[in-house]
């Protein structure tokens, strides 16, 4: 069970990462690497920035009756 | 209604991310509230079918990809133009923090279509695995790649990327070094 942020990043930062193949890139290839770069550092900010803020109460109300169900109807 | 406190805790703990993921998809807090809502109540009634141990998030965003695409046929239906109203949906989004600083990824990401979407998000965003977000929205892991790909180069294209002055003089040389 993933109990992380995020589910971890395997998409498009990997694609940049320094730890890249050893074939050598075409400069078409690496610049496309860069504009990946790019549209996943820009996603995961716009991203992030969701996953900050706070969660509504309706969601914390409506998980929190589970737990006044389980002290009324204990199984 | 029970379920044990750490699966309850976990629902609690992934409830951003379903948040996070709806509003990018949909482009509007309030559609993505009730699609979470939905998620969240769905999960609990079916929480029986949950396999303790596997991967909740992937469980969670395939219920929420599943309404997410019961709706939008729904929708379908009243509405021909999708992209249009999603479009118009943005532009009359509340203003909710820093929200508005990504206008301009926002407004590349709707032009995507859904699939690409999607895809995009689940992968580069959420950070799930390409089979993960394969099962989420069932199809082949060829597929999903093949969409991630069509959306990133259709972002690079609407956020013109691919002009030299907004990557830099440093980066693009040594892109090309």
């Known amino acids: 069970m993933t109990t992380k942020k995020n589910a971890g990043h395997s998409g498009l930062g990997a694609a940049a990462s320094p730890a890249q193949k050893k074939s050598p890139l075409?400069?078409?290839d690496r610049l496309a690497h860069v504009i990946d770069a790019e549209i996943g550092k820009k996603m995961r900010a716009m991203y992030d920035d969701l996953l900050d803020q706070p969660i509504p109460d309706r969601f914390v109300e409506l998980l929190k009756k589970l737990d006044d169900g389980r002290e009324n109807n204990p199984q | 209604m029970t379920i044990e406190p750490a699966l309850r805790d976990s629902l609690l703990a992934a409830t951003p991310n379903l948040?996070?993921?709806a509003v990018s998809l949909?482009?509007?807090f309030d559609r993505a509230d009730d699609?979470?809502?939905d998620t969240l109540l769905r999960a609990l009634s079916h929480i029986d079918r949950f396999e303790r141990g596997t991967n909740l998030y992937a469980w969670l965003f395939t219920i929420l990809r599943n309404l997410f695409h019961s709706e939008y046929r729904k929708r379908k239906r009243e509405v021909e133009d999708v992209d249009g109203t999603y479009a118009a949906r943005l532009k009359t989004a509340p203003d909710q923090g820093s929200w508005l600083d990504f206008q301009d990824f926002r407004a590349a990401l709707a032009k995507l279509p859904a699939d690409q979407?999607?895809?995009l998000l689940l992968v580069g965003a959420q950070g799930f695995s390409y089979e993960d977000a394969a099962n989420i929205m069932g199809c082949a892991i060829g597929t999903v790649k093949s969409r991630v790909n069509r959306a990133r180069m259709r972002l690079a294209a609407l956020l013109s990327l691919e002009n030299v002055e907004d990557l830099?003089?440093?980066r693009l040389m040594?892109?090309?070094?």
């Open chain 2, 117 to 119: 979407r999607e895809a």
């Open chain 2, 174 to 177: 040594r892109a090309i070094a």
């Open chain 2, 35 to 37: 699609l979470v809502q």
């Open chain 2, 26 to 28: 949909t482009g509007s």
């Open chain 1, 26 to 28: 075409s400069p078409r």
């Open chain 2, 168 to 170: 830099g003089t440093d």
């Open chain 2, 19 to 21: 948040r996070a993921f």
